[in-house]
């Protein structure tokens, strides 16, 4: 288990205690939006006072799917479109555990995306930090599951006709019980989400948008990272409580921002204890509430 003990010393960032060191710098490039999702995320852990031995991190591949690696929590990096059985599993063997899943749209929604509806669907009690860039970044810039109508990729160079997902609305429609979109621009904002989030049950999404200047801005000729985040500055609009079929993302369009779906619902958990214990009766015995059966 990885554990962080002490705090961190004047010289260093308040968030390096929830980093490995050792393995900074990074591999995303300038104006890559994660490390700040990633700030603000470390932020969010050390402001709720959660047990970092009992958080748990997953990721898949491509470029937010290296989060794993970076993070000093017990982490795991798995395959392509993977993270979300993977967090399956793990959570139901360690139910005690925060399981969070941290990659990207290509990773969760593009091959994974079968994963990603039936843990909404079962209300898997998991986390969700799904960053979005509107391509593949780490593998050539080819077209995604949510790159914009008309937008420009490796493999769609003369803009994109495919419908993309509206990702809250998938989430929502599928039974997520925790659903909040921002950029990483509203660092703040998107920070006080994760808060939430963390203290939510059920399967929760948290989407960020984040620019991806190498491939996408440029593909695309929007400028440098810094344009993106003007971008974002001057067309992200907040309105909580929308109805997630309403905040699709058009190329160059309004971002709608906010939190639209907080609700409490019995989680996957809850429905199995419930449906053996009545069913099976005396028989029936549950996972006990320190977890699963190896420990230390």
């Not at 969070?100 to 039936?118: A, P």
């Not at 509107?134 to 914009?148: D, H, K, L, S, V």
Request: proline share 7%; glycine share 10%; aromatic share 10%.
């Amino acid at each position: 288990m990885t554990t962080v003990t002490e705090p961190a010393a004047d010289h260093e960032h308040p968030v390096s205690p929830y980093l490995r060191m050792d393995r900074i710098p990074h591999i995303w490039c300038p104006t890559c939006g994660i490390g700040t999702v990633v700030k603000c995320f470390a932020t969010a852990l050390e402001e709720t006072e959660v047990d970092l031995n009992k958080v748990s991190i997953v990721s898949g591949i491509g470029c937010t799917g290296r989060v794993a690696g970076y993070m000093k929590l017990d982490a795991f990096h798995t395959t392509h479109g993977r993270a979300v059985p993977f967090a399956t599993g793990l959570k139901l063997g360690r139910p005690e555990l925060l399981v969070v899943v941290f990659s990207g749209d290509g990773d969760l929604v593009g091959i994974g995306g079968n994963h990603f509806v039936h843990a909404a669907r079962r209300r898997m009690d998991l986390l969700v930090v799904l960053v979005n860039n509107f391509i593949y970044g780490m593998t050539g810039g080819q077209n995604a599951p949510t790159t914009p109508l008309s937008a420009k990729s490796s493999t769609m160079p003369y803009g994109n006709f495919e419908p993309p997902f509206n990702l809250p609305h998938l989430a929502a429609s599928c039974g997520a019980t925790y659903v909040a979109r921002w950029t990483s621009l509203h660092t703040r904002r998107l920070t006080r989400s994760f808060k939430e989030a963390i203290t939510r049950r059920g399967f929760r999404l948290v989407e960020v948008i984040a620019p991806c200047s190498t491939l996408y801005a440029r593909l695309n000729k929007l400028g440098t990272g810094f344009d993106l985040m003007r971008f974002y500055h001057d067309n992200a609009e907040i309105r909580h409580g929308a109805d997630p079929a309403d905040v699709p993302i058009a190329f160059q369009g309004k971002i709608v921002c906010g939190k639209f779906v907080d609700e409490e619902l019995p989680t996957f958990d809850d429905l199995m204890h419930e449906h053996y214990g009545k069913t099976l009766g005396d028989e029936y015995v549950p996972m006990p509430p320190e977890g699963g059966w190896i420990h230390e």
